[in-house]
Every structure is written in structure tokens, then in C-alpha cells.
């Protein structure tokens, strides 16, 4: 094998390695600061001891393992040797990291250009930590996101070309049961949408009374990006479901689905479990009906998966025998 992969997808092995080593260099700064915290450090910490409590000990754990996860499938991607990797490992990783770092890389310019980052600390989501803290972090998580997603697109090329010169008439028929699936769908976003919208406008309803007044530009920048990001997906679903308009390219529809169905199951289920979690500063962080919004909107990630589970492409743009892929 020489580097190249075949016409459509001819990509050379030394051209798709800075994408996988920029993205691990960009997790270094976020890696630093858990490692830190985990060692007993109190560094961008405004309360001393926050980061040894147990719930942000198992946090500190969990986040950090992910991103060193991350970053060995940054460099699975662009090397050779992660093409033979089971459709999978690779999909279903990605499809976790883009739901949880696109609506990050959405809000983050929102709340910027709010004025997030000029802002006290005390219109941080946490406030035991100091406002620098998140300019590195969030600053790291979109250059992480970027990164992945032209490595992933490069990895796709060179090994499943044919995503991208499918057109939406080369989709199998959908059967009935996906149809009304898609519409149950449907209803749980629009409920979704409509109130994520509603509280990013600054309406009172639904949320506890000591947080109604108080949510910050950044919480507010998440609920535009995460209400975005879950009509993204519908649409894109509505696309591939039924097939209109034929006209257009496959693979459209198919990021829109794939990063609107892992944002709203995994960021919405990582907010979930800070809701859930006690003795954190996120256990009322919304009150009242925000918990039953984010559960709705983890359901909705849940259908929009299975229905994109069930996308494939006709046979006549099938993959290479033995390099079959199905989304996620």
C-alpha cells in the first residue's frame, strides 16, 4: 500500500498527520490542568480544596481518561493502521467526541461575542473556578473538535470514499416503522427546541426561582447551540428518511444527523448526570422543568440514533467487500 486510496478518496499518508497531532497538542493544556487538579493542585481554583472533593476527584477522573481516549483515536486516524480498525471503534468514538465538543465549539464564539469572556467570575457556570481557566479549555476544546473533524473527514475519504459521492436517490427506502419513529422524533425536538429557545431569550418559566434571574451568557450561548444543533439533526434525518431532495449529496444530511443525534444524547446526558450527581454546584443548576427538558432531549438523541443506525447506502454505492459501514 503506497499512502493513497483509491480516485475520490486519494489522500497521502504524510498529509493527514498534523490534523491527528495538532488535535493532541491542543488537549494538552486541558490534560495539564486535570493532571494538576488530580495531584492536589489548587491552580485556576478560586476555592481552595474544590478540585479534592470526591464528586470532582471522579469527575477530574473520567474527563481526563476521555481526552487521553481521544487523543489515541486522533492518532488512530491518521495513520494507516487505524483504517483497519473495526467500523465501530471508530464511528461510535467520534460520534461521542463530536456530541459532546459541537456544542461547546457553538457556544463558545456565542458567549464571546456576548461578552462571556470579559465578565466577572461570577457569571462562570462554576464559580470556585477563575475565568481563565475556561478561555484555555474551551479555547482547547474547539481547536480539539476542529482537529478531529478534519481528521475524521480525511479517514473517511481514504477509507470510505463512496459517503461522499452518494446522492440522496442512492439511499435504501425507508420502511414505515422509521417514518413514525422520525416523527415521534420530531415532537421531542420541537418540544426541546422551543425551550431551550424560551430560556436562552431570558423566559422565567421552568426554571428555579434562584437561578431564573441568574443564568449566565454561557448557559444561556449553550441552550442556542444545543436547540441549533437538535433542529441540525432532525433536518438531516428528515432528509435521509424520506429522501428529498434527491438531488443533493449524501454526506450533508449525514453530519448534520451524526453531530445533531450525539449532541443532543451525549451533551445532553452529560448534563444529566451533573443534575443528578449530588453534593456538585450543578445539582440545581436548573430546578423545576430543566431536568425533564434535558431528559427529553436525551431520548430524542437516543431515536435520532437508531434511525440513523438503520442509514445505509443501495448496493450500487456500496463500500469495498470487508470495509462495510453503517452510521454511527
Not at 29 to 50: E, F
Not at 285 to 301: D, H, R, T
Request: glycine share 14%.
Amino acid at each position: 500500500m503506497d499512502g493513497r486510496r483509491g480516485e475520490a478518496g486519494c489522500v497521502k499518508t504524510s498529509t493527514i498527520h498534523p490534523a491527528g497531532y495538532v488535535t493532541v497538542a491542543a488537549m494538552v493544556p486541558y490534560l495539564s490542568i486535570k493532571a494538576a487538579w488530580l495531584l492536589g493542585s489548587d491552580v485556576g481554583v478560586v476555592q481552595p480544596g474544590l478540585m479534592r472533593t470526591a464528586p470532582f476527584v471522579v469527575g477530574n477522573l473520567i474527563t481526563a481518561t476521555m481526552e487521553v481516549a481521544g487523543a489515541v483515536l486522533a492518532l488512530a486516524l491518521v495513520h494507516r493502521s487505524g483504517r483497519r480498525l473495526p467500523a465501530w471503534l471508530v464511528l461510535f468514538p467520534l460520534w461521542v467526541a463530536g456530541g459532546l465538543l459541537a456544542p461547546v465549539m457553538l457556544a463558545a464564539p456565542l458567549g464571546f461575542l456576548a461578552g462571556t469572556i470579559t465578565t466577572p467570575v461570577a457569571d462562570n457556570p462554576i464559580e470556585g473556578l477563575q475565568g481563565w481557566v475556561y478561555g484555555v479549555v474551551y479555547a482547547g476544546f474547539i481547536l480539539q473538535g476542529a482537529g478531529l473533524g478534519v481528521a475524521f473527514i480525511l479517514h473517511v475519504r481514504a477509507r470510505w470514499a463512496h459517503v461522499f459521492r452518494a446522492r440522496i436517490d442512492a439511499m435504501d427506502s425507508p420502511g414505515s416503522n422509521r417514518g413514525r419513529v422520525t416523527a415521534a422524533l420530531g415532537a421531542l425536538v420541537a418540544l426541546v427546541v422551543t425551550v431551550r429557545l424560551f430560556w436562552a431569550f431570558g423566559g422565567p418559566s421552568g426554571l428555579a426561582s434562584e437561578v431564573r434571574d441568574g443564568r449566565s451568557i454561557a448557559q444561556r450561548a449553550l441552550d442556542v447551540s444545543s436547540a441549533s444543533l437538535a433542529l441540525a439533526g432532525l433536518l438531516g434525518l428528515v432528509i435521509l428518511v424520506f429522501r428529498r431532495p434527491q438531488a443533493i449529496r449524501a454526506w450533508g444530511p449525514l453530519g448534520a444527523a451524526w453531530l445533531g443525534t450525539g449532541a443532543m444524547f451525549c451533551s445532553g446526558g452529560y448534563q444529566l448526570t451533573l443534575l443528578l450527581a449530588p453534593g456538585t454546584p450543578f445539582d440545581a443548576a436548573g430546578g423545576e422543568w430543566f431536568g425533564l427538558i434535558v431528559a427529553a432531549q436525551v431520548i430524542a438523541g437516543l431515536l435520532g440514533a437508531i434511525i440513523l443506525c438503520g442509514v445505509r447506502l443501495s448496493p450500487s454505492h456500496a463500500p469495498v467487500p470487508g470495509d462495510s459501514v453503517r452510521v454511527p
